[in-house]
Structure formats: structure tokens, C-alpha cells
């Protein structure tokens, strides 16, 4: 059964930083790629990052360069989500997804096929 848990959600301030985890399980992910994706309340899903288990290959959410960072360990098989110069609009739910993608862009949530469960993240002014 395949797990994706994500952890380091919390509240701070404006300014702050806070690194995500999302640690996987349940099968073998090196043909995958590891997405974040966030939801504000009222507002669709949208990409953030991601990053392939078999390459250093990332690609970011052009709004999200500079301030957002994403790796992987693979020795923990986890993928981390660094987060820079919090702002209030960053406020969200953060989720981790994997997909294969087989050759897709891996900025729509529809191209992943395993989900997190999410978890909160709150900016404060």
C-alpha cells in the first residue's frame, strides 16, 4: 500500500521559513516524479515543485523560484519542500504527490497518481 505522509506544516510569522517533509512507502518510487502542490481555501490546487527520484532534475511553479526549494534523501525516501520569506498568501494546505508523468509537464494534479494527506500551513502578518 502506497503512503505519502507529510509533516512540518505549522503557524508562523511573516517572514519565517518551514521545511515540509513528505515521506513514501509502499513500493519502489525511482521511476517517479515527487510533486508539492498547495490549496488556499476557495482556490484550485496548484504546483509548486517537483522533483524526479532518479535525477537531480527539478522544475518549479515560475511564481514560487527564489523562495522555494525542494530535495530529496533517498536513503529515507523522502522528499523535503524548503520554504523562504513566508508571505500570508502562502497559506494553504501543502500536499506531496507522485507520478510516473511518461513524458507529461507534472504541473496538473491530475497527472499524479498517489496523494498525502496534506498538511496546514499558516502565515501570519
Known amino acids: 500500500q502506497v503512503q505519502l505522509v507529510e509533516s512540518g506544516g505549522g503557524l508562523v510569522q511573516a517572514g519565517g521559513s518551514l521545511r515540509l517533509s513528505c515521506a513514501a512507502s509502499?513500493?519502489?518510487?525511482?521511476?517517479?516524479?515527487m510533486g508539492w502542490f498547495r490549496q488556499a481555501p476557495g482556490k484550485e490546487r496548484e504546483f509548486v515543485a517537483a522533483i524526479f527520484w532518479s535525477s537531480d532534475r527539478t522544475y518549479y511553479a515560475e511564481p514560487m523560484k527564489g523562495r522555494f526549494t525542494i530535495s530529496r534523501e533517498n536513503a529515507k525516501n523522502t522528499v523535503y519542500l524548503q520554504i523562504g520569506s513566508l508571505k500570508p498568501e502562502d497559506t494553504a494546505i501543502y500536499y506531496c504527490?507522485?507520478?510516473?508523468?511518461?513524458?507529461?509537464?507534472?504541473?496538473?494534479?491530475?497527472?499524479?497518481?498517489?496523494w498525502g494527506q496534506g498538511t496546514q500551513v499558516t502565515v501570519s502578518s
Open positions: 509502499g513500493r519502489t518510487f525511482s521511476n517517479y516524479a
Open positions: 504527490a507522485a507520478g510516473q508523468l511518461r513524458g507529461r509537464t507534472g504541473i496538473f494534479p491530475r497527472e499524479y497518481e498517489y
